[in-house]
């Protein structure tokens, strides 16, 4: 066995192993003319999915091939990686520029994969420089080894081994093709194959219907593979597409209904959605491997703050590429592939599980905004506050500058990015509320309180702009809100209990409290004028300067006044000598005041005043009146006591009789006015 047998070619092996026609032209395609560089290859690669059209069948067949002739041929291991290592800078060198951009996306791809340990280990090796022309020495040193490297353990060394074994495949591949279409398709099928090692006829259901002129159709792709059950088995495929809300016009089952199709108990049902939603990431993370300039991403603008995927891109999405996915598994997507740069704002599993909550905001949808802007800006909290101001009571519209009210929630100020979030904070309110800035760029929060009855008589008023009696303010209210059932009496208690009103007089006649400072108008009956007056002065006061103070908001006389506050029922005034009134509240110099009902009473006798009255009737023919002037209105009351008396046997009979005879001597005088006096 130690004897080197002859090489044999690919044709005799065709010959003396009954090599399929598949295999074979697999075989030509990746320049595999003999048994050794079958087996080269096999050491290289590890299996032969990576070739063009080499499916499962071919791949075992291959493999077996290889794992046969390498004893049998005795090659020298060192010798075999030697030549492996001597034609991967010569492939390097063979490529074109496309080839090369491509393979780079590669490399990135895959070096974004590695753990913290790997990735820094390897930029000390390359100084950062991870790219083809960094690794170009890397695998044209046959005297590298791994462990060399800095803070490298086993996992580690495991890692970049991989990592390197899987550049190599790619270089071999990419090297192999000069036609830029077939070569992206190429190392599409090669990588789902090694990725999912799946059937040829799942790959062609991808591509059927789709040319790849515009890109890869990732969304395509998510479809077969699920439809497949490669990504979700059969279990996790069925809650994925009915108890998660990823699927367009697809009502979610609830966990009862999960439960009960899958034959678990309710727990069990919200366990199995839970841990899927969970691992959606590290499910779908396998498209960051994918060469992401090869990806048809539908013309979305990756410079942008926001990436907006509207009902339009969803609908152009699932037509082109026969999918009933919503615009929620589209961001997740995009969110997955740009985790680098973008952040999917929003409470997306509160979405997607059909969830609410009553502390904060009920998202509609989720938004991909730039993770550079996330990091100075908290999108999240600036929508709880709209949401709870919008859904708290506000009694009154009221404005907040937008830019003013952004700062807020800036981590750090909006610095140089204030355009780009104002323009994200702006769609995104739109979306969740329906919420547009006013021409002047500031946020309007709206009343959404019932109105009240006195806020209506409150508007009445200011429309009609003076004091009005209440049947004035209801025709007002009527007219302004013809649908408004109220009444006069409902908008006079609600001005009576609520601030803002003044009454004017006993008149049922009202006003605004602020037209007291604007319109020179004062609220109030006469009597709470007199006492404002009196309350500033330090003295009594005349009842003519009390009269004139008066009449600067009530068109009234000094008798009226007089006699108004006499009848206060509260006892706020106190009178005085020589027509002087002040307040009871307030203390008086005794010496230069005194109170009415402590002077000394000068009395006429009741002959002096009957006689007096005697001679009033004989001249005038009537009674005196009680409004006239002093001696008539003395003349007016001695009557109207006499009558009292009268009335209560309380007089003598010999004035009782007197007096009787006077006033029938003048009976047909004014019969209802004599009546009153006699009654």
Same mark, same amino acid.
């Given at each position: ?11 005799? *092996? ?28 096999? /050491? ?113 060394? /495991?890692?970049?081994?991989?990592? +390197? ?44 219907? @789709? ?17 497949? =059950? ?78 907006? +995927? ?17 615009? /929620? ?32 905001? @009920? ?43 952004? /700062? ?11 355009? =780009? ?67 006069? @009496? ?105 109170? *009415? ?83």
């Amino acid at each position: 066995m130690n004897e080197v047998i002859h090489n044999l070619s690919l044709k005799e *092996l065709c010959l003396y192993e009954d090599m399929s026609v598949r295999s074979y032209n697999a075989c030509i395609q990746a320049d595999l003319r003999d048994a050794s560089a079958i087996v080269f290859f096999f /050491l290289e690669h590890g299996n032969f999915c990576s070739i063009r059209n080499c499916g499962q069948k071919s791949n075992k067949e291959l493999i077996e091939l290889s794992k046969k002739y390498k004893p049998i041929i005795n090659l020298d291991i060192t010798i075999c990686e030697t030549y492996i290592e001597n034609s991967i800078p010569e492939k390097i060198q063979s490529l074109t520029i496309r080839q090369r951009n491509i393979l780079n996306n590669i490399i990135d791809s895959q070096y974004r994969q590695l753990t913290v340990r790997s990735s820094n280990a390897l930029n000390h090796y390359l100084g950062s420089n991870v790219s083809i022309t960094g690794l170009m020495e890397l695998l044209s040193d046959t005297n590298f080894d791994i462990i060399s490297l800095p803070n490298i353990g086993e996992k580690s060394e /495991l890692e970049l081994k991989t990592f +390197i074994s899987k550049i190599k495949s790619q270089i071999t591949i990419i090297a192999n093709f000069e036609d830029e279409d077939l070569l992206t398709k190429e190392l599409f099928n090669s990588y789902l194959t090694q990725r999912f090692d799946i059937p040829t006829d799942v790959i062609s259901e991808i591509h059927n219907m @789709n040319k790849f002129s515009k890109g890869l159709p990732l969304f395509k792709t998510l479809q077969v593979l699920i439809d497949n =059950e490669i990504i979700f088995d059969a279990r996790d495929k069925n809650v994925f597409k009915n108890g998660l809300n990823y699927i367009s016009d697809s009502p979610i089952e609830n966990l009862v209904e999960i439960a009960y199709k899958l034959d678990i108990t309710k727990e069990r049902a919200r366990q199995i959605r839970k841990e899927i939603y969970d691992t959606l990431f590290d499910r779908f993370s396998f498209i960051k491997n994918l060469e992401f300039h090869a990806l048809n991403l539908y013309g979305l603008d990756l410079s942008s703050g926001i990436i907006i +995927i509207d009902n339009a891109i969803v609908n152009d999405i699932n037509e082109k590429e026969s999918n009933d996915f919503n615009s /929620l598994f589209i961001n997740k997507i995009f969110s997955i592939l740009l985790s680098h740069s973008f952040s999917l704002i929003g409470n997306e599993e509160n979405i997607v599980l059909n969830k609410t909550t009553r502390i904060g905001h @009920n998202w509609k949808t989720t938004y991909l905004i730039r993770t550079d802007l996330t990091n100075i800006f908290d999108f999240a909290a600036c929508i709880d506050d709209i949401a709870n101001r919008s859904q708290g009571k506000n009694d009154n519209d009221y404005y907040f500058e937008f830019e003013a009210y952004l /700062l807020e929630f800036a981590k750090d100020g909006l610095s140089e990015h204030s355009e =780009e979030i104002i323009r994200c904070a702006e769609y995104i309110l739109f979306n969740e509320f329906e919420i547009i800035l006013d021409t002047n760029e500031r946020i309007l929060f709206k009343r959404n309180s019932m109105k009240q009855v006195y806020e209506y008589a409150y508007e009445a008023l200011d429309k009609l702009g003076c004091p009005s009696k209440v049947f004035e303010i209801y025709e007002k209210v009527i007219s302004l809100y013809p649908d408004y059932k109220t009444d006069e @009496n409902s908008l006079r208690a609600s001005m009576t209990r609520k601030t803002g009103f003044v009454p004017i007089g006993r008149s049922s006649i009202y006003g605004l409290k602020i037209w007291e400072s604007e319109k020179n108008i004062r609220g109030g009956t006469i009597r709470d004028i007199t006492e404002e007056f009196l309350s500033s002065q330090s003295s009594p006061q005349h009842i003519n300067e009390i009269t004139e103070y008066v009449n600067q908001f009530r068109d009234t006389n000094a008798k009226s006044i007089y006699s108004n506050l006499q009848m206060e029922g509260n006892n706020r005034f106190t009178f005085f000598t020589g027509l002087t009134i002040g307040l009871r509240n307030k203390q008086y110099d005794t010496n230069n005041f005194v109170r *009415l009902d402590q002077a000394p009473m000068l009395r006429q006798a009741w002959d002096e005043r009957f006689s007096e009255l005697k001679q009033f009737l004989e001249k005038n023919n009537r009674f005196p009146f009680s409004s006239k002037n002093n001696s008539e209105e003395r003349l007016y009351r001695f009557m109207n006591i006499q009558s009292i008396k009268i009335r209560d046997n309380k007089m003598e009979e010999s004035k009782k009789e007197e007096f009787n005879n006077l006033m029938d001597l003048y009976k047909g005088l004014s019969a209802r006015y004599k009546k009153t006096i006699m009654s």
